[in-house]
């Protein structure tokens, strides 16, 4: 059953992922609404359903994770070549490691910092590396 539950929530993730997506924005729009839609997920991570599942139940947390980090690299990656090809982006940025950074910065940083602000900084860090001049 909760795994099942999991699966709800991969996905409404999925779907508002595809919503922001749908909206057909230029490639720097696109990805800050996509950060602001885990900025929400992540508001309250340690009273939210994801916290208790790590915490309870961390094998189908850890399945769940995999899932959400793999459906949101292919739309990091998009947005990346989507970014280099409108050219909001630097051709010669390495799209995986940006790609790799960019999801822990989602996941692992959001979930792991009390902070804002340093998640805040270390994006910025990431569009400072990936951006065009």
């Given at each position: 059953?909760?795994?099942?539950g999991?699966?709800?929530?991969?996905?409404?993730?999925?779907?508002?992922?595809?919503?922001?997506?749908?909206?057909?924005?230029?490639?720097?729009?696109?990805?800050?609404?996509?950060?602001e839609?885990?900025?929400?997920?992540?508001?309250?991570?340690?009273?939210?359903?994801?916290?208790?599942?790590?915490?309870?139940?961390?094998e189908?947390?850890e399945?769940?994770m995999?899932?959400?980090?793999?459906?949101?690299?292919?739309?990091?990656?998009?947005?990346?070549?989507k970014?280099?090809a409108?050219?909001?982006?630097?051709?010669e940025?390495?799209?995986?490691?940006?790609?790799?950074?960019?999801?822990?910065?989602?996941?692992?940083?959001n979930?792991?910092?009390?902070m804002?602000?340093?998640?805040?900084?270390?994006?910025?860090?990431?569009?400072n590396?990936?951006?065009?001049?």
């Open positions: 059953m909760i795994e099942e999991t699966e709800v929530v991969h996905q409404k993730i999925h779907a508002l992922m595809e919503e922001v997506i749908s909206q057909n924005h230029n490639a720097i729009a696109e990805n800050f609404q996509m950060r839609m885990f900025k929400q997920m992540f508001q309250s991570f340690d009273q939210s359903p994801a916290y208790q599942l790590k915490k309870h139940y961390p189908i947390y399945k769940m995999a899932n959400e980090i793999e459906d949101c690299s292919h739309f990091f990656r998009s947005n990346i070549e970014g280099i409108e050219g909001f982006y630097r051709k940025t390495d799209i995986e490691s940006a790609v790799k950074f960019y999801y822990t910065l989602i996941f692992s940083i979930e792991n910092t009390m804002e602000k340093d998640a805040y900084e270390l994006e910025k860090r990431l569009w590396i990936i951006h065009a001049p």
